[in-house]
């Protein structure tokens, strides 16, 4: 199902990453850091079991989760979600929930498009955002 996410993947690029991460909350010079950073995102899926990984050289940060269950993470940036992982017509959605009143909910999804690239959308109230990633 999702192998073609299996591997090792680099940032190429971002759009609009930062006015992302200020809708999400994030605080300025998180966001600046996070600019300046080229994560190299890793999957690995056995069944409905994944495992995510972003390594980058400030943080690294590992999310073991299972499609279709509700599990409670802590982003890179600090924040407690409730999050949930679907599959569906090869993208791996990701919902994440916000644990607290003054946050917001957030929406992913991550796709290899026809050139082998892995997209990532994303949206929180409107505000869209995309990383592209080629393999490693």
Same mark, same amino acid.
């Given at each position: 199902m999702g192998e073609k996410?299996?591997?090792?993947?680099n940032l190429e690029s971002s759009e609009n990453f930062d006015d992302f991460?200020?809708?999400?909350?994030?605080?300025y010079l998180t966001r600046k850091a996070g600019a300046c950073i080229k994560p190299v995102l890793e999957f690995e899926v056995n069944?409905?079991?994944?495992?995510?990984?972003?390594?980058?050289?400030f943080i690294t940060i590992s999310w073991e989760f299972e499609l279709g269950q509700e599990k409670e993470v802590k982003?890179? *940036?600090?924040?407690? %979600? =409730?999050?949930?992982?679907?599959f569906v017509d090869g993208k791996l959605i990701e919902?994440?929930?916000?644990?607290k009143a003054e946050e917001k909910d957030s929406y992913y999804e991550r796709y290899v498009d026809?050139?082998?690239?892995l997209m990532i959308t994303m *949206?929180?109230?409107? %505000? =869209?955002?995309k990383r592209v990633y080629i393999k490693a």
């Open positions: 996410f299996v591997g090792k993947w991460l200020k809708e999400i909350g994030v605080s069944g409905n079991k994944w495992k995510m990984t972003s390594t980058s050289t982003t890179a *940036d600090g924040r407690v %979600v =409730k999050t949930t992982f679907t919902n994440q929930k916000k644990t026809a050139d082998g690239k *949206d929180c109230d409107g %505000v =869209k955002a």
